[in-house]
């Protein structure tokens, strides 16, 4: 099934995790690689004692936290009737990890993985109805972490950012800027073995040395730049983010997967291109006019998203055991 377009599902309501009516939020932890991961449980307002219910991991776009884009679909999820997980990747909020603030794919794809394993162990949840969603960067993340994975039954992919080699390329000042970039990772790796991590913030509307300069949605407080966001980027991670193939995971990606996306949001080339990889059950929606950042947090845009997302785990767990 491919559809191009999905139409209005009515007007919707911006909720916040803190004001969500009848969503309970429980703080919980794991471990991986010897790390404590700190998330998220968001459970719906009628949740029962003893149920079990369908899961779903969120993960979020690069440098976030759980309590940005990834802890609003969760919530979403749990509004739906899903057991939602939001966590922090480790080095980033309020979990562990020497290194921080570093954006490894590798790194955040086995976290993924670990959170899974953890979810299928929670007894609220029906450990043969685990699904994720992946938002913005992490889109590549997740595909790979539910490919061949028996705790994934399906996987959707909102405002996913998918690259390889030539987006990266065209984005980063062609070959030579990303060069310059993957050198500077390079020294800044160096320095992180010699006890001198080297960061930058990541977004501001001032510092043009930021990451993130002047970018909506990271440098307005009434949005992403919250108080537990770190705001801060390892230079480390140009070389594992730059030379990373998200659009390659389509080629192991073995689950039923549903895309939600925009032509007008960022690099839809490379989400067409993981999308003629992929094999088996694909869908995709495009929405007309959508920004990378309206998917984030713009009430009537995440309500479509997270309706289309529910419906598909719905189907898929139908068919499940």
Same mark, same amino acid.
Do not use: C
């Given at each position: 099934m491919r559809l191009s377009t999905l139409s209005a599902?009515?007007?919707?309501? =911006?909720?916040?995790?803190?004001?969500?009516?009848?969503?309970e939020t429980r703080p919980?932890?794991?471990?991986?690689?010897g790390v404590t991961l700190a998330g998220m449980l968001h459970l719906p307002a009628d949740y029962k004692p003893g149920e079990k219910r369908p899961g779903v991991l969120v993960t979020g776009a690069w440098t976030s936290i759980k309590e940005q884009m990834s802890g609003l679909y969760a919530e979403e999820m749990a509004e739906r009737g899903f057991i939602a997980l939001a966590f922090d990747f480790r080095g980033w909020g309020q979990s562990g990890g020497n290194i921080r603030f570093k954006e490894d794919p590798a790194a955040k794809t086995d976290d993924i993985v670990a959170a899974a394993n953890f979810m299928a162990t929670l007894p609220e949840i029906d450990a043969g109805k685990i699904a994720g969603l992946g938002i913005c960067a992490s889109a590549g993340y997740m595909?790979?972490?539910?490919?061949?994975?028996?705790?994934?039954?399906?996987?959707?992919?909102?405002?996913?950012? =998918?690259?390889?080699?030539?987006?990266?390329?065209?984005?980063y000042g062609g070959a030579d800027g990303v060069s310059r970039l993957i050198a500077t990772s390079r020294e800044a790796e160096e320095a992180e073995?010699?006890?001198?991590?080297?960061?930058?913030?990541?977004?501001?509307?001032?510092?043009?040395?930021?990451?993130?300069?002047?970018?909506?949605?990271?440098?307005?407080?009434?949005?992403?730049?919250?108080p537990q966001y770190d705001n801060k980027f390892n230079l480390g991670s140009w070389e594992p983010w730059l030379t990373y193939d998200s659009v390659a995971t389509g080629d192991r990606l073995d689950k039923p997967t549903l895309i939600?996306?925009?032509?007008?949001?960022?690099?839809?080339?490379?989400?067409?291109?993981?999308?003629?990889? =992929?094999?088996?059950?694909?869908?995709?929606?495009? =929405?007309?006019?959508?920004t990378q950042f309206d998917f984030y947090d713009n009430p009537q845009h995440v309500t479509r998203a997270a309706d289309?997302?529910?419906a598909h785990f719905e189907r898929i767990n139908r068919g499940s055991r």
């Open positions: 599902i009515g007007a919707a309501l =911006l909720h916040s995790t803190a004001f969500a009516a009848g969503i919980v932890s794991f471990q991986n690689d595909a790979a972490a539910a490919s061949g994975n028996p705790d994934f039954t399906a996987i959707s992919l909102v405002a996913p950012w =998918l690259h390889d080699k030539a987006i990266v390329e065209r984005i073995r010699n006890g001198q991590p080297r960061m930058i913030v990541a977004a501001s509307a001032n510092d043009s040395t930021a990451l993130m300069y002047q970018i909506p949605y990271y440098t307005e407080p009434t949005r992403g730049l919250i939600v996306h925009s032509e007008a949001a960022a690099v839809p080339q490379g989400t067409h291109a993981f999308l003629a990889r =992929l094999h088996g059950d694909a869908s995709e929606i495009w =929405l007309d006019g959508v289309a997302v529910a």
